[in-house]
């Protein structure tokens, strides 16, 4: 007779508690524009696409399912769009600089919403406020996979002279840089960052320049599915396994993934829940199955229908809340307005 495997061995044979946690998936910014592109694309009724500078949301399954119901990532690539024809143009939830508005007005385009996220828009306006008062800019921030700048910063550092702000990637960043003590310095931070690193780097810059101002821009939604995910991690001593929903150019999931992997808790993030590779069950009692901010609950709800089909006698747990979040918030947006916008130039 041959060996008999033993369940642990067997793909999600040995799960027995997969546990949710209840802070994850969208966040108000990202319902926000989702919406507005929605509305937009109902609108304009397939007569033309929309367009956007860089994905809406950082998440590439999303991204393909708008792309096929009409909207067309132009990169930043104005010659992209049609010159003086109307063309309806929104800006991605990470922010722009001025020269978005510029260019949309130089080729006759009609922005439809400023759709960057209102928390991003909260850091633009304390940056410009700031400069505009004497201060230097300190902006913690990321690059993307590729090596780019995130869009996030690249933004911001649109909105003022490169002499007023420094991008700070990591603690190292800040090694050549001086001030002379009467210069007003105020520390700014990309809002999806890992709060515990952030906190590092702040207190790195600190000892330095002792009087630099600290402004605390990481968002809620990023800090409460950070937060979701320790606090589990904490509450049982055993999960073996992290798997986060999430794109690979989306920071606030990388983030996610980073929390299990500095646990050495085995941890992946992907954004297409058929990529859950099987092996990565064996021998495994208890994941975490949560998702970023630029994910929608349909993404998740596939990813764990597979994973019960790996471990169909697991306790599903939905855990409670770790904040007060509410999971149904979108930012506010003018409907009306986009619809209007729309109508009037085809005149109906
Ligand atoms: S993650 Fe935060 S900053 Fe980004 S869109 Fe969501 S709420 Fe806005």
New binding site residues.
């Given amino acids: 007779m041959g060996d008999r495997l033993n369940s642990r061995e067997i793909p999600g044979g040995g799960i027995e508690i997969i546990s949710l946690p209840y802070e994850q998936g969208p ?4 319902w926000r524009i989702l919406k507005i592109a929605d509305v937009a694309l109902e609108e304009i009724s397939g007569r033309e696409p929309l367009y956007t500078n860089h994905d809406l949301v950082h998440n590439v399954p999303l991204m393909e399912e708008y792309r096929s119901k009409g909207l067309v990532v132009f990169h930043n690539n104005w010659q992209l769009v049609p010159d003086q024809s109307k063309a309806f143009v929104i800006p991605s ?1 990470h922010g722009v600089g001025p020269d978005f508005f510029v260019n949309a007005q130089r080729k006759g385009c009609i922005v439809l919403e400023d759709s960057t ?1 209102q ?2 828009k909260k850091v633009e306006y304390r940056a410009k406020a700031a400069v505009a008062n004497g201060y230097h800019i300190l902006y913690i921030g990321s690059l993307l996979k590729n090596g780019d700048l995130h869009p996030e910063p690249d933004g911001i550092r649109r909105h003022m002279s490169p002499e007023a702000i420094d991008i700070l990637i990591k603690p190292e960043d800040i090694g050549e840089l001086n001030f002379e003590e009467n210069q007003r310095l105020m520390i700014l931070t990309q ?2 960052l890992s709060r515990t690193e952030t906190d590092d780097f702040v207190n790195i810059i600190k000892s330095r320049w002792p009087w630099v101002e600290v402004k605390d821009d990481i ?4 800090d409460n599915r950070q937060l979701a995910v320790s606090e589990l991690l904490s509450k049982y001593g055993d999960v073996d396994l992290l798997l986060v929903v999430g794109s690979e150019h989306s920071h ?1 999931s990388q983030e996610l993934l980073k929390i299990g992997l500095k646990k050495d808790i085995q941890s992946y993030a992907f954004d297409d829940p058929n990529k859950l590779d099987p092996s990565w069950l064996i021998g495994k009692k208890h994941p975490i199955v949560t998702s970023g ?1 630029s994910v929608i609950t349909p993404y998740v709800d596939q990813l764990l229908e597979r994973l019960i089909t790996f471990a169909p006698s697991a306790q599903v747990v939905y855990e409670d809340p770790v904040s007060d979040e509410n999971l149904e918030l979108v930012f506010k947006y003018q409907e009306e307005e986009i619809r209007q916008k729309i109508r009037e130039k085809y005149a109906i």
Avoid at 27 to 30: I, L, M, P
Avoid at 219 to 222: G, M, N, R, W
């Fill in positions: 966040c108000g910014g990202v939830a996220c928390l991003v809002t999806t968002c809620y939604a990023t606030n901010a």
